[in-house]
């Protein structure tokens, strides 16, 4: 009886302490009850056991003096006094029970007030908010004069933060509280607002941008670029500058080009000379000149003028006006408009990427990859017509007929002028090989450094067909022994071979390797690899060695 006012006083006690402490009372208070029910259990049934003991002990001790009636006498008060502890048991839980069930109740509602509470403080927060960015915008319409490009850069940059936080804002509350029926009613009252705020915002954004790349205003152009980066709004920055800035050189190079001409040397000097100059120079010097950290949400870094205002303008207007400068029909415009672009390319790292960081930086864009990709995918296929070509060339010099083909292994011609590098040559095979193997080598077919592993692959491959063809028409002297005229002709063949041989595998293993090892010392991609000219020494070495074993079998 007195149990029960003590839990309703406690309960009252409870409601007016932190939510902390009645979670922890709510926790013992589980393991206190629970414990209590296993000490009931094990009391009740000490006790029944007891009782049952006391009974057999009772009834043989005064079964002869009692008789029955004193027997059931006992047995009854045993068994009243275990319902009356039952009973009390039952009652002590319920009371627990209740008591706990209250405390749940009162957690639960204080959660929903939190939860509550939460809701309206960021819905206040969103409204102080667009309430703080329309006192900025009225302030610049009405307090700040247009030609104060530095106060209104910076009015706009802080207008510009602020709908930054408003804007996360609103992702937190859908993020947050996603189950909420209420607040998307609330948040339709305040969208007008946001949307007048940031188109407003928008329009004076690009127009303190134009002007201050008119005037070539440094700070507040920089304050500008800051505002679109907050407005997660780049792309924008680069659409702007594309259509100010970029498009009228483009229009102005390609507008009288002629689309017949595919060359397009002359157009990406223009561009070499216009972007260094006026504004573009202004705006690309500043994107890697300003102190900045470039690890921050607002470093002008996270821009990409050169890429994809520049880069994208330029292959934009390649497809549109000189569609054939990309074609590969004829591969010596393809690769002089190659050189052309990787010239520029080079020109723009030069010039606007002062450091390896700005380097790697340019390079890693999508819009870098996208235009050399572009280049690089028909580089491959430019490269296998070009050596369809110099393969094709030995390849109509090796006589098709069966046997020593007289006609041509005496054949005198004279020498193509600067292919011919080894004087003396007597097979018109052999000279066609010279030929083929300084081909690999020139600017005018090679890239370097991108082709030099398949200009190598070629030439093994070009020395490799001449050492089997060598060998079939020796082996053809061998079987053939025909009339004396044949004869005579069959040993100047293999005076011929053995003298041309001699020349060539000189020739291989020293101004051939020679030239080609200056020029893998002349490419920085090769300075830090001393392993790479060894093994291009040893692999001429063996189509040298190639050669003269196709004479020793001769001899043997």
Same mark, same amino acid.
């Given at each position: 009886?007195?149990?029960?006012?003590?839990?309703?006083?406690?309960?009252? @006690? #409870?409601? +007016?302490?932190? =939510?902390?402490?009645?979670?922890?009372? &709510?926790? /013992?208070?589980?393991? %206190?009850?629970?414990?209590?029910?296993?000490?009931?259990?094990?009391?009740?049934?000490?006790?029944?056991?007891?009782?049952?003991?006391?009974?057999?002990?009772?009834?043989?001790?005064?079964?002869?003096?009692?008789?029955?009636?004193?027997?059931?006498?006992?047995?009854?008060?045993?068994?009243?006094?275990?319902?009356?502890?039952?009973?009390?048991?039952?009652?002590?839980?319920?009371?627990?029970?209740?008591?706990?069930?209250?405390?749940?109740?009162?957690?639960?509602?204080?959660?929903?007030?939190?939860?509550?509470?939460?809701?309206?403080?960021?819905?206040?927060?969103?409204?102080?908010?667009?309430?703080?960015?329309?006192?900025?915008?009225?302030?610049?319409?009405?307090?700040?004069?247009?030609? @104060? #490009?530095? +106060?209104?850069? =910076?009015?706009?940059?802080?207008?510009? &933060?602020? /709908?930054?936080?408003? %804007?996360?804002?609103?992702?937190?509350?859908?993020?947050?509280?996603?189950?909420?029926?209420?607040?998307?009613?609330?948040?339709?009252?305040?969208?007008?607002?946001?949307?007048?705020?940031?188109?407003?915002?928008?329009?004076?954004?690009?127009?303190?941008?134009?002007?201050?790349?008119?005037?070539?205003?440094?700070?507040?152009?920089?304050?500008?670029?800051?505002?679109?980066?907050?407005?997660?709004?780049?792309?924008?920055?680069?659409?702007?500058?594309?259509?100010?800035?970029?498009?009228?050189?483009?229009?102005?190079?390609?507008?009288?080009?002629?689309?017949?001409?595919?060359?397009?040397?002359?157009?990406?000097?223009?561009?070499?000379?216009?972007?260094?100059?006026?504004?573009?120079?202004?705006? #690309?010097?500043?994107?890697?000149?300003?102190?900045?950290?470039?690890?921050?949400? /607002?470093?002008?870094?996270?821009?990409?003028?050169?890429?994809?205002?520049?880069?994208?303008?330029?292959?934009?207007?390649?497809?549109?006006?000189?569609?054939?400068?990309?074609?590969?029909?004829?591969?010596?415009?393809?690769?002089?408009?190659?050189?052309?672009?990787?010239?520029?390319?080079?020109?723009?790292?030069?010039?606007?990427?002062?450091?390896?960081?700005?380097?790697?930086?340019?390079?890693?864009?999508?819009?870098?990859?996208?235009?050399?990709?572009?280049?690089?995918?028909?580089?491959?296929?430019?490269?296998?017509?070009?050596?369809?070509?110099?393969?094709?060339?030995?390849?109509?010099?090796?006589?098709?007929?069966?046997?020593?083909?007289?006609?041509?292994?005496?054949?005198?011609?004279?020498?193509?002028?600067?292919?011919?590098?080894?004087?003396?040559?007597?097979?018109?095979?052999?000279?066609? /090989?010279?030929?083929?193997?300084?081909?690999?080598?020139?600017?005018?077919?090679?890239?370097?450094?991108?082709?030099?592993?398949?200009?190598?692959?070629?030439?093994?491959?070009?020395?490799?067909?001449?050492?089997?063809?060598?060998?079939?028409?020796?082996?053809?002297?061998?079987?053939?022994?025909?009339?004396?005229?044949?004869?005579?002709?069959?040993?100047?063949?293999?005076?011929?071979?053995?003298?041309?041989?001699?020349?060539?595998?000189?020739?291989?293993?020293?101004?051939?390797?020679?030239?080609?090892?200056?020029?893998?010392?002349?490419?920085?991609?090769?300075?830090?690899?001393?392993?790479?000219?060894?093994?291009?020494?040893?692999?001429?070495?063996?189509?040298?060695?190639?050669?003269?074993?196709?004479?020793?079998?001769?001899?043997?």
């Amino acid at each position: 009886d007195t149990l029960s006012p003590t839990m309703a006083a406690t309960h009252e @006690d #409870l409601e +007016s302490k932190p =939510l902390s402490m009645v979670h922890s009372l &709510q926790s /013992l208070l589980h393991h %206190h009850l629970h414990h209590l029910d296993a000490q009931l259990a094990d009391h009740v049934n000490n006790h029944s056991l007891h009782l049952v003991s006391l009974n057999k002990e009772v009834h043989q001790l005064h079964l002869s003096m009692l008789g029955d009636g004193a027997h059931d006498y006992y047995l009854h008060r045993a068994r009243a006094s275990i319902d009356r502890l039952s009973s009390m048991i039952s009652s002590a839980k319920d009371i627990l029970n209740t008591t706990i069930s209250k405390i749940e109740s009162s957690i639960r509602l204080h959660a929903q007030t939190v939860h509550a509470r939460k809701l309206l403080e960021l819905f206040l927060h969103i409204s102080a908010l667009i309430s703080q960015v329309e006192k900025l915008l009225l302030l610049d319409y009405t307090q700040v004069h247009p030609d @104060d #490009l530095d +106060s209104q850069s =910076l009015l706009l940059l802080r207008v510009a &933060q602020k /709908l930054k936080i408003l %804007h996360r804002s609103i992702a937190s509350l859908h993020e947050d509280f996603p189950s909420q029926r209420g607040h998307p009613a609330l948040l339709v009252n305040l969208e007008p607002r946001i949307l007048i705020a940031q188109k407003s915002i928008d329009t004076a954004i690009d127009l303190c941008f134009r002007r201050s790349l008119q005037q070539q205003n440094k700070f507040a152009t920089l304050r500008c670029l800051y505002a679109y980066a907050a407005l997660d709004n780049i792309a924008g920055a680069h659409d702007f500058v594309g259509l100010l800035v970029v498009a009228p050189i483009m229009d102005c190079i390609f507008s009288d080009a002629q689309s017949t001409d595919p060359l397009l040397i002359d157009e990406l000097e223009h561009i070499q000379k216009l972007i260094t100059a006026g504004t573009c120079r202004f705006l #690309l010097e500043l994107n890697v000149s300003s102190n900045v950290d470039y690890d921050t949400e /607002l470093g002008v870094a996270s821009f990409d003028f050169l890429g994809t205002c520049i880069l994208q303008a330029l292959q934009r207007q390649i497809k549109k006006r000189k569609p054939l400068s990309l074609s590969l029909g004829r591969p010596s415009i393809f690769l002089a408009n190659y050189k052309a672009i990787m010239e520029l390319v080079d020109f723009m790292e030069a010039q606007f990427c002062p450091s390896e960081w700005f380097v790697t930086h340019f390079r890693s864009r999508p819009t870098y990859i996208d235009f050399m990709g572009q280049w690089n995918a028909r580089l491959g296929v430019y490269f296998t017509l070009r050596c369809q070509q110099i393969a094709g060339e030995l390849e109509e010099a090796i006589p098709r007929e069966d046997g020593v083909p007289t006609s041509i292994a005496i054949n005198q011609e004279r020498s193509s002028g600067e292919a011919l590098k080894a004087p003396g040559l007597k097979l018109a095979t052999s000279k066609a /090989l010279d030929r083929c193997l300084l081909k690999c080598w020139q600017k005018d077919v090679l890239v370097m450094p991108y082709l030099l592993p398949k200009a190598l692959t070629l030439a093994l491959q070009l020395i490799s067909r001449y050492s089997a063809w060598l060998a079939s028409a020796l082996h053809s002297y061998h079987r053939n022994i025909g009339d004396e005229d044949s004869f005579k002709t069959r040993e100047a063949f293999v005076l011929y071979a053995k003298h041309d041989v001699s020349i060539l595998v000189d020739m291989l293993k020293g101004p051939y390797l020679d030239t080609i090892s200056s020029i893998l010392r002349s490419l920085p991609q090769y300075k830090q690899k001393p392993p790479i000219i060894p093994l291009v020494r040893d692999s001429i070495h063996e189509g040298a060695s190639r050669l003269t074993e196709v004479l020793n079998s001769l001899d043997s």
